[in-house]
């Protein structure tokens, strides 16, 4: 249990780092990029530089590079660069979430399993009917320890799993539009 709250901790302080709108979609990325390309192309370290400055980046500068390398690409294949791209971005979004949603759902499991186990102990070792009632009332109430921490995992890692599956929604739809702005302005390049 120690294990799963140790785990648990460290990926919620790792998708609050990565999951803020500074390094999936900075707000006025997408507009500069197109201010950027209203005449012309930019040059392949501008694009290297907009891959490296954010998830939302990473997609733009594939569609960029798609335009670059090949000018007469069809409507249909530089929108499959954009797809292409966006699950790349959206797996990035997703990782480790998972993770935190099996320890929200095993965690009362293992917990409850602590209790079983202990209960089991505690009625094995009475020895019959003789067994001293405040002492087994002791053992039962240290056995549910285990269930209580269970919830005490569970029930923070579960919250912040639905946080974070929230915000990953929230960027893939602002991905999808910033994609679709992106995909209509860069066909004028495409002839």
Same mark, same amino acid.
Do not use: F, I, N
């Given at each position: 249990m120690l294990l799963c709250s140790v785990i648990a901790l460290a990926l919620i302080i790792e998708r609050f780092s990565s999951l803020r709108a500074s390094r999936v979609a900075p707000t006025r %990325? /997408? @507009?500069?990029?197109l201010g950027l390309t209203s005449q012309s192309l930019p040059t392949p370290d501008v694009v290297n530089r907009l891959a490296e400055h954010s998830l939302l980046g990473?997609? /733009? $500068?594939a569609g960029l590079r $798609?335009?670059?390398?090949?000018? &007469?690409l069809p409507a $249909? &294949? /530089?929108q499959q660069v954009f797809e292409l791209a966006g699950r790349r971005a959206i797996? =990035? /979004?997703e990782r480790y979430l998972n993770t935190l949603g099996t320890i929200a759902t095993a965690a009362p499991l293992l917990g409850l %399993?602590?209790?079983v186990v202990g209960m089991i102990e505690i009625f094995g070792? =009475?020895? #019959? $009917? #003789?067994?001293n009632p405040a002492q087994m009332a002791h053992g039962i109430s240290v056995a549910l320890y285990n269930t209580a921490l269970g919830l005490m995992v569970a029930i923070p890692s579960l919250m912040f799993y639905r946080y974070f599956r929230g915000r990953v929604e929230e960027y893939v739809l602002e991905l999808e539009q910033s994609s @679709?702005?992106?995909l209509s302005h860069l066909q004028r390049f495409t002839g």
């Open positions: %990325l /997408l @507009d500069e990029v990473q997609v /733009l $500068a $798609a335009v670059s390398s090949e000018p &007469k $249909a &294949k /530089l797996h =990035q /979004l %399993l602590g209790t070792s =009475q020895g #019959g $009917a #003789g067994g @679709d702005r992106m």
